[in-house]
């Protein structure tokens, strides 16, 4: 007579922690994944320095890191940054090619940032805040406050929401960069540069094979900045051998 009673209670509670155990896991993994993103950033030297240097994110020592190497920024540019946001790779363009005019001995060039967020301010660039670059109508307002002037540097730390699915991703960004491809083909001057960033996949060389009927160097970089476990990588095609209609 017992049992009975002990055996539907064994059974609500089994009903009962079905429904609580998958929230409770979806707890713990999302905790364990903030403790890992906080452990990593608190021993990443490169947060720090940006810090001490006033650079919005990390990611502003992959363009310095790129820069120093390749030389593709110069006073008097004319950049256009792809997914500027928070403005990091601004921040270093505008010191490279003198947007901000500090320099008064150099020529003083252009920096146009564009992103779907919210970019805060930064003194010698021309922000396109809450603006979708992937919007023809966007690149079509960047084109009309160029007025006519070509782009000497394209550069996009572009990335699409992560899903999670490896191939999807993969597809995403692949997306991206023909796009960013195709816009600065149209924009830029002979002898231009591009730097856009992908993961490592098999689409890469594909892409590589692609830059280069439009580019006379291409090169796949790696900056030491760029974390290790990462398969992020970047293409950088250099000399743009111009259209016809340039």
Same mark, same amino acid.
């Given at each position: ?7 539907? !209670?064994? #059974?609500?509670?089994? @009903?009962?922690?079905? =429904?609580? &155990? ?8 999302? #905790? ?7 452990? =990593?950033?608190l ?7 940006a ?9 502003a ?29 601004? !921040? ?20 146009? &940032? ?24 966007? %690149? ?10 070509? &782009? ?21 960004i ?11 083909? %149209? ?9 856009m960033?992908?993961? !490592?996949?098999?689409?890469?060389? @594909? ?5 280069? =009927? ?12 760029? =974390? ?15 259209l016809?209609?340039?």
């Amino acid at each position: 007579m017992l049992v009975k009673p002990s055996i539907r !209670q064994f #059974s609500s509670c089994l @009903q009962i922690m079905r =429904r609580i &155990a998958p929230d409770e896991l979806k707890s713990k993994t999302k #905790s364990t994944s903030s403790q890992h993103w906080l452990s =990593r950033q608190l021993s990443d030297p490169y947060v720090e320095k940006a810090k001490l240097m006033n650079y919005r994110c990390r990611s502003a020592f992959k363009l310095i890191e790129i820069d120093d190497k390749f030389k593709i920024l110069h006073p008097g540019h004319t950049v256009v940054d792809c997914g500027a946001s928070p403005g990091s790779w601004t !921040q270093v363009a505008v010191k490279r090619v003198n947007s901000d005019g500090m320099k008064t001995d150099l020529c003083k060039g252009t920096v146009l &940032a564009i992103d779907r967020q919210q970019i805060y301010p930064i003194e010698g660039a021309t922000i396109f805040g809450n603006m979708d670059f992937t919007a023809l109508e966007s %690149q079509k307002k960047i084109v009309g406050f160029l007025n006519g002037k070509k &782009a000497d540097v394209i550069v996009s730390d572009m990335a699409s929401n992560a899903t999670g699915v490896r191939s999807l991703d993969n597809e995403n960004i692949i997306k991206l960069c023909y796009i960013v491809l195709r816009f600065a083909v %149209q924009t830029s001057k002979k002898d231009a540069s591009l730097l856009m960033k992908l993961w !490592q996949c098999g689409e890469t060389k @594909q892409l590589e094979n692609d830059i280069a =009927r439009f580019y006379n160097n291409v090169k796949i970089v790696k900056p030491n900045s760029s =974390r290790s476990d990462s398969t992020e990588i970047f293409l950088l095609g250099r000399n743009f051998k111009g259209l016809k209609n340039n």
